[in-house]
């Protein structure tokens, strides 16, 4: 997801740091916008801490939340969401290797964009006051997509959260119908954590950060128990069930549902690219750091869905006793399994044991996503590229307190929806707006720029983003219902185009 994913630095957070200012080889760091003085960003991310930086951001909460969805669409093989997913994953990573290893800079996407797709040096128009600066324009774009995604990537956690909150507190998982709308104490929780993290946050709770190196390893302690527990737990049928490949009528719809998904899990991959800036010999390591990450993280995601399933039946994975009549399958799936396996008292605590685990993990990575993200929109408002009120620090703790408080009343806003649509919005506006314009971008890149120094190119180009591009257009259109997060992604591009022209507007006429 992203998931919610426990990292001490995220997009926004690299962002925040430095503006796209100066050489993509540039070695000596630069300004951190806002600050006071001339501090320099130090180039001393190595190839372990950058694949630990990106584990932390693809291994959070959504594997324990989002394997049931899975399995609702796919059933016993719904290892070939996983697959999918990952082959999707590798086909964008080498994209995002080149692009990193080409363009080093802190900011990762926005750079990007505004890279690839600025006017020409040479061209009779650049820099004239009125010209259109398709670079300015598209890095504008992912910044206000990202003043949407960012809280449904938010409200994905909070709702994880909430989901296994009602495994220890059942009553949770009842509600009150508004019309079409069905507020559950689960919403209300979700929507309290996300609240609860701002007011933290507003008083500026930055150590947090600092101990999202611990929450990670818990994070995936928790993801190797749950395999060891599965492994050791294996009924034949179950696993024989898994083997077969799935003949049902419907598969490619529900393949494309199940990919989305797993999709959104391993996202997370290219957070070294946010971190350019500080990466060391980033020609080398931020190539090596995508592709380790997605080997890694695809082996963890595989063996856990084989584990799980395997030892889990499908009707206990997919539904809680006391869950409400029509539900959406929303089983605490590590909980569920502890006290499936275990008999008693053991099977007892060891569900509430690693229930509490995975709640303290989820409202971390809930802070650690709010606090990172708040300062994307910062930084693009520092540079001129954003709405002027998202620049404004708070007076007394020194933090962007605007794009706190806007980033967080949409995170509380979303968590009134189920999770499936929070995740399908997430990513469909993602592709659309973000990872499709990169997909183009490395090949626009290499046409308008042949001579720029590409220390990694990305292997049997121009495949992989040509395979990306498909493999998104596959995730978009094969799912029944698609068009309403496509119809929410078009809004959005359409009314930030419009908002860009007129700031444009202003801007040129002031």
Known sequence: MPPPKPAPKLPGTAASREADRGSALSTAGASIPGSTGQQLLERKVTLPSAVSLNLMNMIGVGPFITLPLVVAALGPGAWLGWLLGALIAVCDGLVWAELGAALPRAGGSYAFLREIYRPAADSQSAGKPGSFDAGRFLSFLYVWQLLFTAPLSVASGALGLSQYAAFLLPPLRHGFAFGALTVRGTNLLAAGACLLVVALLYRGLGAVVRTAGVLSVGVLSTLLVVIVVGLTHLQAPLVAAQLHWPARAGLLPALGAASLITTYDYWGYYNVCFLGGEVRDPGRTIPRAVLVSIALVATLYLLMNFAVVGALPTAGLLHQAGSPAGSQPTTPMAAVLMRT???????????????????????????ALLLGYARAPFAAAQEGNFFAPFARLHPRHGFPHVALLALGALATLFCFFDLRTVIAALVAVR??????????????????????????????????PLLALAGFAFLLFSRRGAGRELLFALVLGLSGALLFAWRERQRNTA
């Open 431 to 464: 592709i659309v707006l973000q990872y499709t314009l990169q997909q183009v971008g490395v090949i626009v890149l290499r046409v308008r720029q042949p001579r720029l120094a590409r220390p990694f190119r990305l292997w049997l180009y121009p495949l992989p």
């Open 341 to 367: 396996v275990f008999p008693g008292s053991v099977g007892r605590a060891a569900s509430v044991a690693i229930a509490v685990l995975i709640i303290w993990t989820a409202f971390s990575s809930v802070v």
